[in-house]
């Protein structure tokens, strides 16, 4: 496990090793909890991540309003993308530097959920939207006041993929062969996400710290992943693959 003057050390260094400003400083220079410019950096890793994936998977949309559809969940992932940096270059922090340490762990997540076919990209498009806005409510309360607003922000401008529902709820009607493969889908991209999530905070200590000690309503990591099981049971439910 990394050590905390390792971690900052990858938040506050550029790529070259030149310094980009110092970890645990607030916009306002005032201090800042060191996990907070670590959260926005992983959450921006993530973000960008998504857009391009959903720009990716619209290719399989089999109409012209599907691929709108997507585009429009993309473009979404690219606002809070640039939220995110925003907040980090007020901190005086490289977008660039920042999210790289990120990228691998969270670039296996879509390696290993590559889309077969619409239906699939469907499922994973309302999943991952839903994981996400789950895990930004859930952090809310361990979160200082500043870093909430700008959830709160993000949190606005979610609720895109909505038009899966009726889309995956009526192809499963009309053909029901597609109801066990999607369910299996489903549980695997939740898996998957459970265990790229995992691998994140077990390995950033400040972020983990964060998330976990500052906050009475987040008791631990179990607790926390047990709360995203629950809300993804929903959520196939509604897809009609529960």
């Known amino acids: 496990m990394s050590t905390m003057s390792e971690q900052q050390g990858m938040v ?3 790529g070259d090793g030149t ?3 110092t970890a645990g400083a607030g ?4 201090p800042e909890h060191p996990g907070v410019a670590q959260l926005f950096a992983v959450l921006a890793s993530g973000e960008i991540l998504a857009f391009e994936r959903l ?3 619209a290719e399989l949309a089999p109409d012209l309003r599907g691929r ?3 585009a429009s969940m993309a473009a979404a992932e690219m ?3 640039e939220t995110l940096q925003h907040e980090l270059e007020r901190r005086g922090l490289d977008i660039v530097a920042v999210t790289e340490p990120y990228a691998a762990v969270l670039s296996r997540y879509h390696a290993r959920t590559t889309p077969r076919n619409w239906y699939e990209a469907l499922v994973k498009a309302y999943i991952g939207d839903g994981l996400a806005a789950d895990f930004y409510r859930q952090i809310q309360p361990a ?3 500043v870093a909430s607003g700008v959830v709160d922000e993000t949190l606005s401008d979610t609720g895109h993929s909505e038009f899966v529902v009726p889309q995956v709820r009526s192809a499963v009607v009309a053909n029901p062969a597609l109801r066990s493969p999607l369910t299996l889908w489903g549980r695997r991209l939740l898996s998957e996400a459970i265990t790229q999530a995992q691998e994140v905070l077990a390995t950033r200590d400040e972020l983990a710290a964060l998330l976990f000690e500052s906050s009475a309503d ?3 990591i179990a607790e926390f992943f047990e709360i995203a099981q629950t809300h993804h049971a929903r959520r196939m439910q509604a897809l009609g693959l529960g």
Do not use: Y
Request: charged share 20%; net charge positive; hydrophobic share 50%.
């Open 12 to 14: 506050s260094g550029r």
């Open 19 to 21: 310094a980009i400003g």
């Open 27 to 30: 916009p306002d220079g005032a």
């Open 68 to 70: 709108i559809a997507v």
């Open 55 to 57: 720009a990716k998977e």
């Open 79 to 81: 606002r809070h993308f």
């Open 218 to 220: 987040l008791a631990g």
């Open 143 to 145: 979160l200082p006041a």
